[in-house]
């Protein structure tokens, strides 16, 4: 009776549970006592918070206005008193007197989930997971997650924009690069041409010039053999006209034979000679002489 009066049972309040009972029913009947009994966990809460706060503005008002001042120093020590003092100055929020209690297994657990689905969506790194999960406080640790979360995002979209910026700087001078190669390979081959084109000319002018002397040659061969033809014409007609002069000398000798021979017989009164006769036997040397025939 009293326990469902006060709301605790056998797995909170310290007793032996029962042997057959599963876990997850233990679990749900701690946690129903837990909410029967949060509104006197929560008064306690409150009156430690509030007699905190009263301790801190009776002390302020201890060290600024009360005539025990110095006796109160003596007690703490003035190393304590200079920390105190600096808390005339400050606001009663200023002191930060918050009261927490340790998370219980279910908000730990749910505090792992965000933590494990922060790392499934990359949004935190392993370095946060291990600072978030040496946070005792559950509220603490999930602000940190967001704070976290929120920085990280930031980080990777600077990374990608950096990213996508690099890439296109490698892009521009990929681009650059491949324009400067082009140029470079218009400019080799026009080099190219260039020296071909010239080298063509090279060869054309020596062999224009070879085909010039070749021809220079063949010329003066050609000339040449012509005198040797026109000198042989010209022996051929002198040895032809003096032929021509010897055949003449020997029918002048002839006749002046004849003619002497003819006085001779006239002298002499002769018989006739035969002169056709003597010319079938034999003809004249041409040096004085008969030639057989």
């Not at 020590?77 to 998370?103: C, K, Q, R, S, W």
Request: net charge negative; with cysteine; aromatic share 4%.
């Amino acid at each position: 009776m009293i326990r469902d009066v006060t709301g605790l049972n056998e797995a909170r309040d310290g007793a032996m549970p029962d042997k057959y009972s599963l876990v997850g029913v233990q679990k749900l009947a701690a946690a129903n006592s837990n909410t029967a009994t949060r509104h006197l966990l929560q008064a306690g809460l409150f009156l430690t918070q509030e007699v905190c706060e009263a301790l801190s503005l009776r002390i302020s008002d201890i060290l600024e206005y009360s005539p025990t001042a110095d006796a109160f120093a003596q007690q703490i020590g003035a190393h304590n008193v200079a920390t105190l003092n600096e808390m005339t100055e400050l606001h009663l929020y200023d002191f930060g007197i918050f009261i927490e209690l340790m998370p219980d297994e279910e908000e730990k657990q749910l505090l792992e989930n965000n933590i494990q689905a922060a790392l499934a969506q990359q949004t935190i790194d392993i370095e946060d997971a291990i600072d978030l999960r040496e946070i005792r406080s559950v509220k603490l640790a999930n602000q940190l997650l967001k704070v976290r979360r929120k920085k990280k995002l930031e980080r990777d979209q600077k990374i990608q924009q950096e990213n996508i910026l690099a890439q296109a700087q490698a892009n521009i001078q990929t681009q650059q690069a491949s324009a400067q190669m082009e140029i470079q390979k218009k400019q080799s081959e026009s080099q190219s041409m260039q020296e071909l084109e010239s080298i063509k000319a090279r060869f054309e002018s020596e062999r224009m010039m070879q085909e010039t002397e070749l021809k220079k040659q063949i010329m003066d061969h050609e000339f040449e053999i012509k005198i040797r033809i026109a000198k042989l014409e010209a022996d051929a007609m002198k040895a032809k006209e003096d032929g021509k002069e010897d055949r003449k000398d020997e029918r002048t000798k002839i006749q002046a034979t004849q003619q002497s021979e003819l006085i001779d017989q006239r002298k002499n009164d002769s018989p006739p000679k035969d002169f056709q006769q003597e010319d079938g036997m034999g003809e004249m040397d041409p040096f004085g002489g008969m030639m057989g025939m």
